[in-house]
């Protein structure tokens, strides 16, 4: 059983709109992270987090923030929602081990009319 | 720079059978590790095998399998007695010491009954 949450898993907005992604998990993971995904394609990372206080850029340039107050909770902000922010969101969590095993949430699938 | 290549976009495999997904990487790194990941249509993204690149023998779990040829920079998977259940996006994934994992762009599994 997913110890990694997000919501909504589904969300339908109008431009312009701010919207907040939430990502939540039990593990105590030291490491977050976002993906940004269009269906069946590839995964860019978008923004990640070495622990509380600590937020990076990713791989893809994204108009999106993030924040990390706790541990277990890694938010993404949207300011004004474009329809060019459809896509899923992917976030996941990795232990600060040798290795980096990520666990993967469920999704959140945004779409910006 | 640390790169993934999966280089077949779509795999079918009627039931029953054996399939292999191609995966080459690269990577600086002595010590390292690959994933292979499992992403089902509109479900979570979950690991399927692991492999320590400073392990000879090749990693297995269940009907999964993997082909780790280090000195070809080559880590295919194998699997065995294919199901219905394994239709998914399989994604190939490389830890090369950073904070970050690096994904190929995937591998489109149809199994036909």
């Known amino acids: 059983e997913a110890d990694i949450y997000q919501t909504p898993r589904y969300l339908v907005i109008g431009t312009g709109k701010k919207i907040t992604l939430e990502c939540s998990q039990t593990m105590g993971h030291d490491k977050m992270y976002w993906y940004q995904q269009d269906p069946g394609m590839e995964l860019h990372l978008i923004h990640y987090s070495y622990g509380v206080n600590s937020t990076e850029k990713g791989d893809l340039s994204s108009e999106s923030t993030v924040s990390r107050i706790r541990t277990e909770h890694f938010p993404l902000t949207l300011e004004s929602a474009r329809p060019s922010h459809t896509s899923q969101y992917l976030c996941?969590?990795?232990?600060?081990?040798?290795?980096?095993?990520?666990?993967f949430g469920p999704g959140t699938r945004l779409t910006v009319l | 720079a640390q790169t993934v290549t999966q280089s077949q976009p779509e795999m079918s495999v009627q039931e029953a059978e054996t399939v292999t997904l191609s995966c080459t990487y690269d990577t600086s790194e002595s010590d390292y590790y690959l994933f292979w990941y499992k992403q089902p249509p509109s479900r979570q993204m979950i690991l399927v095998i692991r492999q320590e690149a400073y392990k000879q023998q090749n990693a297995t779990e269940n009907r999964f399998s993997v082909n780790f040829q280090k000195a070809a920079k080559s880590f295919s998977l194998k699997i065995s007695d294919s199901q219905l259940g394994d239709a998914a996006m399989y994604f190939c994934?490389?830890?090369?010491?950073?904070?970050?994992?690096?994904f190929g762009k995937g591998t489109k599994l149809t199994v036909n009954p």
């Open positions: 994934a490389l830890w090369g010491g950073s904070e970050k994992l690096v």
């Open positions: 996941a969590s990795a232990t600060s081990g040798t290795y980096n095993e990520q666990f």
